[in-house]
Nanobody, 119 residues
Framework: QVQLVESGGGSVQAGGSLRLSCAFS????????MGWFRQAPGKEREFVAT????????YYADSVKGRFIISRDNPKNTVYLQMSSLKPEDTAVYYC????????????WGQGTQVTVSS
């Protein structure tokens, strides 16, 4: 069974940086497309970024483009989200997700890690 464990969240001032990590286990990591999502209080969960399994191409939400970078280390079974120039509106619980086929919804989710950005 695939399991995902996020880490690296915390509190930071606006303009600061954080790097989130997501450790993957229970399957062939390199074959999975990985994504980051976030959910702010009172809001629906939203897409942040994804990195594909085949060519490691990436795609970002407009709200984070140019500030966040998603990457993966296949030998370490880990996906990262480097967040820079953080804004208070980036405050949310950040979730890692995995899917084997791009034609399906994300099937596996982590427990989330809190990111709080103060002004």
């Amino acid at each position: 069974q695939v399991q995902l464990v996020e880490s690296g969240g915390g509190s930071v001032q606006a303009g600061g940086s954080l790097r989130l990590s997501c450790a993957f286990s229970g399957g062939p990591f390199s074959r999975y497309t990985m994504g980051w999502f976030r959910q702010a209080p009172g809001k629906e969960r939203e897409f942040v970024a994804t990195i594909f399994s085949d060519d490691s191409s990436t795609y970002y939400a407009d709200s984070v483009k140019g500030r966040f970078i998603i990457s993966r280390d296949n030998p370490k079974n880990t996906v990262y989200l480097q967040m820079s120039s953080l804004k208070p509106e980036d405050t949310a619980v950040y979730y890692c997700a995995a899917r084997l086929f791009v034609t399906e919804n994300y099937k596996y989710w982590g427990q989330g890690t809190q990111v709080t950005v103060s002004s």
